[in-house]
């Protein structure tokens, strides 16, 4: 009974898969392994009960797994990713890579399965501690430094939570995870809500993904787009829709985004701002909070996990085959690299929206909801974010790799493992685009928008052909620069250094200053304290107890000509004084 | 073969501006025959809307996020490091 609610859960397979890697990599049936997995993961999410795993622990009540619509198009995209990543990382041989990757994907499946706060937290952890070894992989100073970041900010993150989890239960006593209304929220809920937001890099605090994505290794920065972010995505539409500041904030991320993939060179960079983008759409979602929102927020997050996944393969295999992501550094690679080129593409136009693509039926539900929602400026605000999208990661990424000035940079096309990888995720793309219905039934509440209208249409072939002709006309300013550019991670980065200042200037010289005082003045009082005592104790208690120090020192100095350092002897004493003992228990 | 294609397209890169801008005329048109039931505000019942907020909004985008950068946020790629 139990063993079965436990290969119930989709993270189990994960999580033994984890340790059976560096096995089946002696083995050399890592691959297999690699690819059993995520399948079976994606097999299995298909059969679960809406309630299982509840258990008992220290009086509280766990309940390892909850099912329901909203879980289920998580689970879903989140198990199919799974086997996308697998496949485009099947060249890596490094076990511990891989082992990470599954570690990671267990973390975010048993989040979004999590019924109560505290199952969730536990997997919430395992999710950053897990990923931050994506980063640490890449095994250059940069990475190692932004992994430690990564890891401050979200354990700071991760406190925030608990504090909130902590408050909640002391207040109502109830750590079920359920929808929290909007007028009944208290401090502990905004606790709750802002640990949540950390990780779905809403500003201020998401300074933390376009530091740590770009330094991740290839294939981790391929699973790190995917989980994090929209993990945080569920919960958020869980537990806080309708929060008028999830709109608000949602909305600014947006533009937020595209505002720095517009400006940033490194090409990896520039998708990790552009996820700050994409996910201030969910978020805005999730904040409008009526069901057209909510469920736009969920398509969203499907299509969004399979291209910008995509994309990072796309630039990922630049990466892997050039060792350059830097947009000034790359150009006029067409004609070494046009698979990826065009999977890169179709990722790109899908992100952007073009009609037939995944973009199309996932970005545009949540524009209506809020314009449905008499939301104009928000409305506005998510359409000028898709104006930014299409220029910085649907026409100047690819233009500056593939073609733009030639670099003099050759490569080879990268493995196939890669391009199978990346072709699963562009059929996808335009897949959804072509029969939207595939993903509007797994939407948390039935759905009665319809994209392909001619109004809709005609919006579209505006928006995005005169942002290409801006583009055009633009092309000259927007030429990559070797630079980077200031963001708020500055606050901790610089802040840090004044910290380290702190530590070793001012308190490490009151450090030292208390030291030279207790050196010359402490240090002699206390040998002088020890000298009192230690005649006092030699001469004072001996006295009293008739001279029994003096006498354990003489015996201390016979019996240590017993020891002869022999180990075994030493047993041999042991085994005898075993005896010993014995016989007199028995005898007695 | 098929970066011979995308040799070949870029090689006709003045044919590809011509069609690219008969596509955008057509955009024009088209809008002219877009069905605006579902008008959520001001800006639907405008025909061309949508292509003076594209080509607005980029060509600002552009001049705003790039001078932004300029004037303040650009620094050197180590600057951290020093």
């Known amino acids: 009974m139990m063993s079965n609610t436990i290969f119930m859960h989709p993270a189990t397979y994960f999580l033994i898969g984890a340790v059976l890697l560096p096995f089946a990599n002696r083995l050399k049936l890592q691959k297999v392994l690699l690819l059993v997995v995520p399948l079976l993961a994606f097999y299995q999410i298909h059969h679960l009960p809406a309630s299982f795993g509840v258990c008992h622990f220290m009086g509280f009540e766990l309940t390892f797994g909850r099912v329901d619509k909203l879980t289920y198009v998580f689970l879903h995209v989140f198990t199919l990713m799974a086997l996308i990543g697998s496949i485009y990382g099947l060249h890596v041989k490094e076990s511990g890579q891989h082992m990470a990757a599954f570690l990671y994907v267990a973390g975010s499946l048993g989040t979004t399965l999590a019924g109560d706060y505290l199952t969730l937290f536990i997997f919430w952890e395992l999710m950053a501690f897990a990923s931050v070894f994506l980063v640490w992989y890449r095994k250059r100073k940069r990475s190692i430094e932004a992994g430690y970041r990564y890891l401050l900010v979200h354990t700071t993150g991760g406190l925030i939570l608990l504090a909130g989890i902590f408050l909640r239960y002391q207040n109502i006593h109830d750590l079920t995870f359920t929808r929290i209304a909007v007028d009944g929220a208290t401090t502990a809920d905004y606790l709750i809500m802002i640990g949540f937001m950390l990780n779905a890099a809403v500003p201020p605090i998401h300074a933390w993904l376009p530091d740590a994505y770009p330094e991740a290794t290839v294939t981790g920065a391929v699973y790190m787009c995917a989980f994090t972010t929209k993990t945080a995505v569920y919960v958020l539409a869980r537990g806080f829709p309708g929060f008028t500041a999830l709109a608000i904030l949602g909305a600014i991320m947006t533009v937020y985004g595209v505002a720095y993939a517009v400006i940033e060179n490194d090409a990896r960079r520039i998708l990790a701002y552009h996820i700050v983008s994409q996910v201030g759409y969910m978020v805005c979602g999730v904040g409008i909070g009526t069901a057209m929102a909510v469920n736009g927020a969920c398509a969203h997050a499907y299509a969004h996990i399979l291209y910008k996944a995509l994309l990072f393969m796309g630039v990922g295999s630049v990466l892997e085959m050039t060792g350059k992501s830097k947009l000034n550094e790359l150009g006029g690679l067409y004609k070494y690299m046009p698979w990826s080129l065009v999977f890169t593409v179709i990722g790109g136009i899908a992100i952007s929206g073009f009609p037939l693509t995944s973009g199309f039926i996932s970005k545009s539900m949540i524009i209506a909801a809020a314009g449905v929602d008499h939301r104009v400026f928000i409305m506005l605000m998510l359409s000028l974010a898709a104006v930014g999208t299409f220029l910085s990661v649907g026409i100047k990424l690819p233009y500056f790799i593939w073609f733009g000035n030639d670099s003099g940079v050759k490569a080879k096309e990268s493995y196939w493992n890669m391009q199978l990888g990346m072709f699963i995720a562009a059929f996808m793309c335009i897949f959804l685009g072509i029969y939207p219905e595939y993903l509007y039934k797994m939407l948390p509440y039935p759905v009665t928008w319809h994209p392909y209208t001619s109004y809709h249409l005609s919006e579209t072939f505006q928006l995005l052909g005169f942002t290409g002709l801006g583009f055009y006309l633009m092309v000259k300013k927007l030429k990559p620069e070797p630079k980077s550019n200031l963001d708020l991670d500055w606050f901790y980065r610089k802040g840090a250094r004044v910290f380290m200042w702190v530590a070793s200037k001012p308190i490490g010289a009151a450090n030292d200053w208390v030291g030279e005082v207790y050196r010359t003045v402490g240090y002699r009082f206390t040998l002088a304290v020890a000298r009192a005592l230690s005649w006092f104790d030699w001469e004072g208690i001996d006295w009293v107890l008739d001279g029994s120090a003096k006498g354990v020192v003489k015996g201390g100095d016979e019996l240590r000509t017993l020891q002869t350092g022999k180990i075994q002897h030493y047993i041999g004493g042991a085994a005898v004084a075993l005896c010993i003992v014995l016989i007199i228990v028995v005898l007695i | ?82």
């Open chain 2, 1 to 82: 073969m098929i970066a011979q294609l995308f040799g070949y397209l870029r090689d006709h890169s003045v044919a590809l501006k011509w069609i690219f801008f008969a596509y955008l005329a057509f955009t024009l048109v088209f809008d002219f025959f877009a069905e605006r039931h579902h008008a959520h505000f001001w800006g639907d019942h405008i025909i061309g809307f949508w292509t003076l907020f594209g080509i607005f909004g980029c060509l600002g985008m552009i001049v705003v996020f790039k001078g932004l950068s300029h004037v303040w946020l650009m620094k050197g790629e180590d600057y951290y490091d020093e």
